[in-house]
């Protein structure tokens, strides 16, 4: 089974708005990402999780607060977020992220965000 | 640095014809390919990945790609196409290399199965 589940699946959120994003795998993956996509665009990687660590943060603004409560779940707070941060956001998993980069990412279903 | 070209933004084919969707990479160090497929409203599906070994690499849904080391390409190909494999195609590459260990992704190229 290489399933990652991503809820919701859709949102819509307000400027001033406090919402949150949800990342869940059951395959024993130790590193989890999150990705965010415009249409049409490949995935832009935002933060990557190692053994529930911090490892990269890709210069994301801070409205953005990614958590990885226990090596399953993975969630994105999102705050006063800006209408150009509308786009699918995507959480994936991997095995690890060390070397040999040979590990494949699992990817989930995406939520599409909206920010009016 | 690592990069990844995909020259063809769109690929039109018809029913049942073979299909090529084109992907070239840039690394220094050892490649470590990867083809991912995204239908409309979802995320990325994994179909299949290069790491070592024979230069045929066999995927999901009836697709293989060829590595090609001199021509550093590495492009997805099915025998007969189905209108189902209309979809954005990713080609992605990581390197064996301490300083780029995230995966880079092409641009995306966009099939369409014509019935």
């Known amino acids: 089974d290489t399933e990652v589940t991503q809820t919701p699946k859709h949102l819509v959120m307000g400027m001033t708005n406090k919402k949150s994003l949800k990342c869940e795998q059951h395959m024993g993956h130790r590193a989890m990402y999150w990705y965010k996509q415009k249409a049409k665009k490949p995935p832009e990687l935002m933060f990557v999780?190692?053994?529930?660590?911090?490892?990269i943060n890709e210069s994301v603004p801070s409205r953005f607060s990614p958590e990885c409560p226990n090596s399953s779940l993975l969630n994105l707070h999102l705050h006063a977020l800006q209408p150009e941060d509308s786009a699918l956001y995507l959480c994936?998993?991997?095995?690890?992220?060390?070397?040999?980069?040979?590990?494949?990412?699992?990817f989930g279903p995406g939520t599409r965000l909206l920010v009016l | 640095a690592q990069s990844v070209a995909q020259p063809e933004d769109q690929v039109n084919v018809a029913e049942g014809n073979p299909l090529t969707v084109k992907c070239t990479y840039s690394v220094s160090g050892n490649p470590y390919l990867f083809w991912y497929v995204q239908y409309p409203n979802r995320g990325l599906q994994f179909l299949l990945k290069?790491?070592?070994?024979?230069?045929l690499v066999k995927g999901s849904y009836g697709f293989e790609a060829e590595f090609n080391k001199s021509q550093t390409s590495f492009h997805l190909k099915k025998p007969s196409a189905l209108v189902s494999d209309s979809a954005l195609y990713f080609c992605a590459v990581r390197a064996f290399s301490g300083s780029a260990r995230q995966l880079t992704f092409g641009s995306g190229t966009q099939l369409t199965v014509l019935p």
């Open positions: 290069y790491i070592t070994g024979d230069n």
């Open positions: 994936a998993s991997s095995r690890y992220t060390g070397e040999p980069p040979k590990e494949t990412q699992y």
């Open positions: 999780y190692s053994y529930e660590k911090l490892s």
